[in-house]
Every structure is written in structure tokens, then in C-alpha cells.
């Protein structure tokens, strides 16, 4: 089983890298709380400091151990130029404001991110703590739905919980989605 958790709400979203808010950490440790009698070992994260922080505090929660990977990193799936028809015309103008660091031509990286961390870690319990974007492209992935797709599912709020696990033939579900953990008052 992968559970994807998207990072808890951001300090500053004004900044280059915000960690986490107060309630950022609060949703974090409610995310921990829903997990801590899963059998996780592992919590493999992108290198932003606010995937890095929901990581350490979930690792904390669970006594798990966390590792940075860059197949987490934030990326946002841009079409090429011969894949453009893929998409609706009315969201052209808003992938040309994609910064060049996030652009992952036709979701090539997320897709091999996405077919590595299944084959590697389907048969374990492990989190996956990522960004929005990358979470709805595994989902679409999963859905083997086409490219744009991705652009439909959401919006992923802060700390949620995607879970998907394999069903009898081995191929991954989407089990849970885009779960809000609710806090305590």
C-alpha cells in the first residue's frame, strides 16, 4: 500500500521554500495519527522544506524513517508541442507561466517516478509525502486516464491521504482519495 500525503499547509507561501504553518503541523500529526497503526517503515519524501518537515513529524508519530528522493520533487506536467491537442486550449496560456524548474515535458519524469515507486514498493506499507500536482498525476496514472486528466482531480488540500494498494491481479486502486484528516478542536 502507497499513501500519498500532500505536505501540510504552508508558512509564508510568499517565500521561495515556506516550511510548515502552526496548522500545518496540526494537520500533519491528525495524518500521523490516522497512520500510526499502519505498519509503515518508511516515509520517502520530495526535498522542499515543507515535504521534508510532514515527513519528520510523521516519522516522529510513526517511528518510521525518512529519506529524500527526488522522484517526489515538485513538478507540474507540461504538454509538448505535438501532445498540446491533449489539452483543453483555454489552459495553453497558463503553461507557458509554468517556471522551467517544475516543467516536466508531457509528464515523462512523473510517470517513470510514478511506474519505479510502484514496482518498488508496492508489497510495503510506505508514505509518500509530495505536492499536489504530482499527486494528481500518480492518481491519473493509476486511472490510466488521459494527460489532462490530472488538471480535474482535486484540488488536493494540505495533509491528505491518497491511498493506493494493489487489487488481486496486482495492478494498483486508488483506495482512498484525497482524505482530510480532521482535526482535533
Known sequence: MIHLVRHGEAAGEDQADPGLSDH??????AVANRLAFRPIRQVLHGPSRRTSETACILT??????????????????????????DYPTHRWEW???VPATERDLDGAELTEAWHRLWFE??????????HAFVIAWFVRQV????PATWMRIGPIGNATLTSIGPN?????????????????P
Open 168 to 184: 488481486l491481479a496486482g495492478e494498483p486502486v486508488v483506495e482512498t482519495f484525497n482524505a482530510e484528516v480532521v482535526l482535533p
Open 143 to 146: 486511472l490510466n486516464a488521459p
Open 95 to 97: 503553461f507557458e507561466d
Open 60 to 85: 516522529e508519530n510513526l517511528g518510521a524513517g525518512a529519506t529524500p528522493s527526488d522522484l517526489l520533487v515538485d513538478r507540474t506536467p507540461v504538454p509538448s508541442a505535438e501532445r498540446r491537442g
Open 121 to 130: 514498493h508496492h508489497d510495503e506499507e510506505i508514505v509518500l509525502v509530495t
Open 24 to 29: 500545518g503541523r496540526r494537520q500533519v500529526e
